[in-house]
């Protein structure tokens, strides 16, 4: 079987054993490095991910993927606009709704909110609403019995509880006989919601879409705008300006990820960060390599001489160190990737046993809007790391491989 010279020696110089078993001993703390430091790599990256894609959910489990709103704020015409959107292909779900800012008012305490008029029986195809629910109901929304469902922490910060009566009043005023009034409602509190986000928990309150048309007083068979749910998320960008576009841009067409943009970019910027800061890591380890290369040339030099006087050229006696090298970083890539990926999915169990074990809540939920480790392994970040360490591995094996070759024979026997 052919098998190149210069692989075969390699090979032969990784499976012997070396009368230094110093250089073998830095040669297995080389390939460990290399691994914990991928291993590390994986479970950080893939723990950062599991955030994301539990933030993310909760952000879309309120807002929408999708919203159409009129250019002077109101939606007119509304329900003939869902049923030809309803016909585009991606989108799967529809919702009108009605937003402003108010004034709650329960006693002596005040807080401003976001109000926002939906329809009970259609804001589910959007929203996520009607399963934050931690008491009462979304469907108990009655029009013109004036109920309101209130964030956790909004409800808190005002020591409203179900049952209770809440003054709403809105920044526009009523102008009467009597001079220019503020324009208020008394509204029940028929339930609460808990999102586990403070946006949402602290600023939101739902009432029904006709009490808020009333509040606000639009004109009949108006809104605020129309709310939509996609088939796939990531492609609402395209699905905006392609509605806009078919549309003829009578409407302004928005979407999620110009909503929270800055939210996303500071995410995604931090996880490159990261990947470069624990890359530097592996960097350390697999430049130990060098050390250990050296260390055997140094160990080798009278082998070497004899092979360059048996003929083998300088690039020969380089690519022999180089497979040597190559040959310890790939070891230690597959330790890493196969240590990195089984902690990163088995991250979740391995929490709670390390918590019942110390008597402690790493991330307690008085504290933590996510009060577990969430763990989302993607292929392209093994990916990356898999080839990222591999180069490195490579890279630091170039210098040792090169004095190899510069070796003189005739100085390298002249005391064998």
């Known amino acids: 079987m052919f098998r190149p010279l210069e692989l075969y020696i390699g090979l032969r110089y990784t499976r012997a054993k070396r009368r230094n078993h110093f250089i073998s001993f830095i040669s297995l703390v080389s390939m460990l490095g290399v691994a914990l430091g991928i291993a590390v790599m994986i479970t950080v990256l893939s723990v950062m991910n599991g ?43 529809d919702a009108p709704y009605i937003e402003g800012q108010a004034m709650l008012v329960n006693g002596q305490q005040v807080s401003g909110a976001l109000l926002r008029g939906v329809l009970p029986s259609e804001e589910p195809e959007v929203s996520d609403i009607g399963v934050h629910m931690t008491a009462g109901k979304l469907t108990a929304l009655e029009a013109g019995r004036y109920g309101i469902v209130l964030g956790a922490e909004l409800a808190a910060a005002l020591a409203a509880h179900p049952g209770d009566k809440i003054t709403v009043i809105t920044p526009e005023a009523t102008v009467t006989p009597a001079g220019i009034l503020p324009r ?6 028929i339930g609460i919601f808990e999102v586990g986000m403070q946006e949402y928990d602290r600023t939101n309150a739902f009432i029904h879409i006709e009490d808020a048309r009333r509040l606000f007083e639009l004109p009949e068979g108006t809104v605020s705008g129309l709310r939509l749910k996609l088939e796939d998320l990531f492609r609402a960008p395209t699905v905006s300006r392609n509605l806009m576009q078919s549309l003829g841009g009578e409407y302004w067409v928005s979407d999620w990820t110009r909503q929270h943009v800055n939210f996303f970019r500071a995410v995604r910027m931090e996880k490159t960060i990261m990947f470069i800061i624990m890359l ?20 080798k030099q009278a082998d070497i001489a004899i092979l360059r006087t048996l003929g083998i050229t300088p690039r020969q006696v380089m690519a022999i160190f180089i497979i040597q ?12 990737v196969l240590g990195g990926t089984s902690l990163a999915l088995n991250l979740e169990p391995l929490v709670a046993w390390l918590e019942e074990l110390l008597g402690t809540q790493f991330l307690p939920p008085d504290v933590y809007y996510i009060s577990e480790l969430p763990s989302d392994v993607q292929l392209t970040d093994v990916l990356r790391i898999s080839i990222a360490a591999f180069l490195l591995s490579v890279v630091a094996t170039l210098y040792p491989a090169w004095r190899a070759a510069r070796t003189q024979p005739a100085a390298a026997l002249h005391y064998e």
């Open 51 to 93: 955030f994301q894609t539990e933030v993310r959910d909760r952000i879309l489990g309120m807002a929408s993927h999708a919203t159409i709103s009129g250019f002077d704020g109101i939606l007119r015409h509304w329900r003939r606009l869902a049923e030809r959107v309803a016909l585009e292909a991606e989108v799967v779900g």
């Open 184 to 189: 208020l409602r008394r509204f029940t509190v």
């Open 280 to 299: 530097l890591i592996v960097a350390v380890a697999a430049f130990n390599i060098v050390s250990t290369l050296v260390m055997l040339v140094t160990d």
């Open 325 to 336: 090298g190559t040959i310890i970083g790939l070891c230690g890539v597959l330790l890493g």
